[in-house]
């Protein structure tokens, strides 16, 4: 299949990497140090004492392209915007896109058969812009559970996980469901098809909303927060919340906190997209994590208060660092 992954990150390095070993036409839409090192050395991914070298196609100009079969958007929330317009030279009427996200997307209840139905995400998409330019229709909801980090331009270590969920934004499993699922497990990926996507997606934010804004508060790895009696109390009660807002929803992954924590505790030493981001001076994903995450909640009237208190304190020491988007 023909591929574009916009963004050349640590996920969509990796993502574009084992595409591309797999034998498929794929390209990546990159600026800047990043582009220029891939153009000079081809995509490099890391695994282990193993490096995987994709001479592939890197552009700035996605018209240079044309229409894709696949097009994933594997950026920050910051930058989707942007991503989203220039992902429009690549969609074509059989296009699939691929969101691969942190945090609440923005179609999530767009299709939903379930309470807030047709709720649009201000804090993801304040001015409609992603949902004009993306229709709901062409979207696959996808979860991404593997770690992994920059160490340069153009160079992806692969920490540890390979699975990625695909659902329908509506619920059930279609065709392109079940291609798409092959196609990824065909190039080496933990792939599932899942009929309840919506639910995939809470599941990896009961770790996202905890890890991510906390390790930004105390500039830890998850295994250290993790292991701190008083930080593991906070992550039961934060996902506590989370699960009971879900249950309001109509959503209910069969994992209690334990069980979660434990899922992120195997992985070892990781650090979240969000330390990655402070470290690296780049906006960080606070208002798509948590920021989407409050608003729902006050739709539901769920008090959550706990993971209101970790949001305000994220929030501005996002903003004392300089890093909290406009």
């Not at 996200?101 to 209840?109: D, E, I, Q, R, S």
């Not at 649009?120 to 998409?125: G, M, P, S, T, W």
């Not at 993306?134 to 696959?140: E, G, H, V």
């Not at 798509?288 to 994220?314: C, E, F, K, N, Q």
Request: proline share 6%; net charge neutral.
């Amino acid at each position: 299949m023909k591929i574009t992954v916009v963004g050349a990150g640590a996920i969509g390095g990796f993502l574009a990497c084992k595409l591309f070993a797999a034998g498929h036409d794929v390209s990546v839409i990159a600026r800047g140090a990043t582009l220029h090192a891939i153009c000079e050395q081809g995509l490099q991914l890391q695994t282990g004492n193993d490096l995987l070298i994709a001479p592939l196609k890197a552009t700035s100009e996605p018209k240079e392209l044309g229409v894709q079969d696949v097009v994933i958007l594997a950026v920050k929330a910051p930058a989707l915007p942007t991503a989203v317009e220039v992902a429009t030279a690549l969609i074509g009427p059989q296009t699939i896109v691929i969101p691969a996200l942190n945090g609440l997307p923005w179609w999530y209840f767009l299709k939903a058969n379930s309470a807030l139905s047709g709720t649009r995400l201000k804090a993801v998409d304040p001015d409609g812009l992603i949902e004009r330019n993306i229709p709901t229709d062409i979207i696959i909801g996808c979860v991404v559970f593997p770690s992994c980090r920059v160490e340069s331009p153009g160079v992806v270590r692969h920490m540890s996980g390979s699975k990625i969920v695909f659902g329908e934004p509506g619920g059930g499993i279609s065709s392109r469901i079940s291609n798409v699922t092959d196609c990824f497990l065909k190039a080496g990926f933990d792939a599932h098809a899942h009929e309840n996507i919506r639910e995939e997606i809470w599941l990896k934010l009961l770790g996202n909303a905890c890890f991510n804004p906390v390790s930004l508060l105390v500039n830890c790895a998850t295994d250290e927060m993790i292991d701190d009696t008083n930080l593991n109390v906070l992550f039961i009660e934060m996902m506590s919340e989370l699960l009971e807002l879900g249950s309001r929803l109509g959503i209910s992954p069969k994992i209690d906190p334990q069980q979660r924590i434990a899922i992120t505790r195997k992985l070892g030493k990781v650090k979240t997209s969000m330390l990655q981001d402070v470290e690296g001076h780049k906006p960080v994903e606070i208002e798509a994590i948590l920021g989407a995450l409050m608003s729902v909640a006050d739709l539901a009237g769920a008090p959550m208060t706990h993971t209101r208190t970790v949001y305000a304190l994220a929030r501005m020491r996002a903003r004392t660092l300089g890093l909290l988007p406009d």
